[in-house]
């Protein structure tokens, strides 16, 4: 055992067994702690136990090296060997500054370490055309300019340093809209630009390099597929979404689209899926992937280090707290840990510093639960 632990780590509990020594430990960093945390021995085994959730680590050492033990259960067994290592229960979950209002069923989206809330409506479901602006280095919310038609359901998305919100609708029913909202940092001012194909809401949309990507939507708007130009301003139709659907999670890895989940109809209480679809811009063709292990619509995603993240949702039983990431190299998912408050109603994302920002979504079925917390969720240091 090292002579001196670092001030940051505090010991719980020193279990010996057969040379194998498991050391639990918790960080004073900005991460929460979930315990109390604890070791047990079975006649094969160690056993580690936690209260709550949490993301179980290991290192071999106890001051760096820290990975996370992907899809451990508590409690979890280790097998002993003759070699020493060290264990840690923190969460990956964290909290920013609240909104300045309750929002759901908006857009989200990030440039240049500000996060833009875009549109959307509170608990009384009355759209708004507010722009509600984060800065992450003073962790401070402002009103911006406000967008120039207020929608909710928006594909919102960021290229050649601007922010545009995508169609979306302007009620709850059923009044799409195919307009495109372009922001522009530098004049914070909001202009109109050529206008979608057909008129969508509740799809998703990614970006590669000058190009937008706008998949699904509400029916019977499910299988659009199309690209926007950002620097011509022009739109081109694609090959149809093989499975239509809306309230869906999107990326981009490695120049692929992936589009996962969903609902099949209008409504929360519609069925859902799980499919992964993979749509190659060099090639023009979609493929299918693995499904994600969760059948779940009014979902949110976010590509970071290489892997697809998807969080959050709503169904017929409630709202999700599910966090599930997709390995591409592995055609694998992993469930992680889970959101400490269960969302939807958040779609496109941001990720600033290696934290993934959830600012505001529903925390109940329906769309009368808007909220004002600001989730986040550390991506460092996780390994497949």
């Known amino acids: 055992m090292p002579a001196q632990q670092s001030p940051r780590f505090r010991l719980l509990r020193l ?30 085994n160690v056993l580690l136990s936690w209260t709550g959730v949490g993301t179980l680590q290991s290192s071999p050492v106890a001051v760096g090296g820290w990975q996370d033990v992907l899809e451990a259960s508590s409690p979890h067994g280790i097998l002993t060997t003759n070699t020493r290592q060290f264990f840690r229960v923190i969460s990956r ?10 929002n759901s069923e908006m857009g989200v989206a990030e440039l240049d370490g500000k996060i833009y809330v875009l549109g959307g409506y509170p608990a009384s479901r009355v759209t708004v055309n507010t722009v509600q602006v984060y800065d992450s280095v003073s962790n401070t919310w402002r009103l911006g300019a406000p967008l120039l038609l207020g929608v909710n359901h928006p594909m919102p998305a960021v290229a050649n340093g601007k922010v545009y919100v995508i169609g979306g609708q302007t009620d709850t029913g059923s009044a799409y809209v195919n307009n495109v909202q372009e922001f522009d940092p530098v004049t914070s001012n909001w202009t109109y630009r050529a206008v979608m194909p057909t008129a969508r809401s509740a799809g998703t949309a990614v970006v590669i390099g000058d190009r937008i ?31 239509q659907r809306n309230h869906i999670a999107a990326c981009a890895i490695d120049g692929k689209i992936y589009v996962v989940g969903g609902r099949l109809a209008a409504g929360f209480q519609s069925a859902m899926t799980n499919i992964l679809e993979v749509f190659d811009p060099v090639l023009n063709q979609w493929s299918t992937r693995v499904p994600m292990p969760t059948a779940r619509g009014g979902i949110n995603g976010i590509a970071a280090n290489g892997n697809f993240f998807v969080f959050g949702g709503e169904g017929p ?7 599930e990431m997709y390995v591409p190299a592995q055609n694998r998912w992993y469930r992680l840990e889970p959101l400490p ?44």
Do not use: C
């Open 213 to 243: 990507y706008v998949a699904g939507g509400r029916p019977p708007r499910g299988n659009d597929f199309a690209v926007y130009h950002a620097t011509s301003n022009t739109w081109q139709i694609l090959p149809n979404l093989p499975t």
């Open 317 to 323: 039983n409630g709202v999700f707290d599910e966090m």
């Open 93 to 102: 979950w964290g909290t920013r500054a609240n909104l300045i209002e309750a």
């Open 15 to 44: 279990l010996t067994l057969v040379a194998f020594m498991a050391l639990i430990v918790l960080p004073a960093n900005s991460q929460n702690v979930h315990g109390p945390a604890r070791l047990s021995k079975t006649s094969s």
């Open 341 to 384: 408050i269960a969302v939807h109603g958040v779609t496109g994302s941001a990720l600033v510093n290696g934290w993934i920002h959830l600012p505001g979504g529903g925390t109940s079925t329906g769309g009368s639960s808007g909220a004002v917390l600001h989730q986040v969720f550390s991506v460092d240091g996780i390994v497949p």
